[in-house]
């Protein structure tokens, strides 16, 4: 099996650390060049049994700019070419603007989206019941995941939803 996966998220959320934990640095394909003009391949991870190309999402993940018209349609164009979205946050149950916006154009894609919730090791259990109660009532995701990119908590669990996804 193989696919096409996209992670998504705020600045400083872990995406990088998440994708060198899953992918391993001597096997990435790290590109900051844009492979054609609407997105690029960040990694590729390969397992016995699957295969997963990481794309890049431009213009997403990055709230600060005003979005052009083009960018959005960019943007919107790949999440709706991979197989999976994951949209990675932090375990805080405060959804600010900037995942509100990413939520809002989640809204106008059919790729399933896996809400990944990041850094699980900064937070205790109950707190963590309480942000995944938040993001359910925001948007219907496919899976939601704890994890922790830090100490690699969960991350098998992750790989498994997405290699039963592809
Ligand atoms: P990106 O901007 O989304 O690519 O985020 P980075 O991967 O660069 O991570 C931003 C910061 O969060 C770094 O200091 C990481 O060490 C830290 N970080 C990432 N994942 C985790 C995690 O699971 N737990 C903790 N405690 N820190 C993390
Ligand atoms: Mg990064």
Do not use: W
Not at 52 to 69: A, E, N, Q, R, Y
């Amino acid at each position: 099996r193989s696919g096409f996966v996209t992670i998504i998220g705020r600045p400083n959320v872990g995406k990088s650390t998440l994708m060198n934990h899953l992918v391993g640095e001597k096997i990435a394909i790290m590109s900051d060049k844009p492979q054609t003009t609407r997105n690029r391949i960040q990694s590729i991870l390969t397992r016995d049994d699957f295969q997963v190309v990481f794309i890049d999402t431009p213009g997403i993940h990055k709230p600060k700019h005003k979005l052009g018209h083009y960018m959005v349609k960019v943007a919107e164009t790949t999440l709706n070419e991979v197989d999976i979205v994951l949209m990675l946050v932090e375990p805080t149950p405060h959804i600010g603007q900037g995942d509100r916006y990413v939520i809002s154009e989640l809204q106008k894609v059919k790729t399933p989206v896996i809400l990944v919730i990041n850094k699980i090791d900064t937070v205790e259990k109950q707190a963590l019941l309480e942000v995944i109660e938040a993001y359910k009532n925001v948007y219907n995701f496919a899976e939601i995941i704890p994890i922790s990119a830090f100490t690699g908590e969960n991350c098998d669990r992750l790989l498994d939803v997405i290699r039963e996804r592809l």
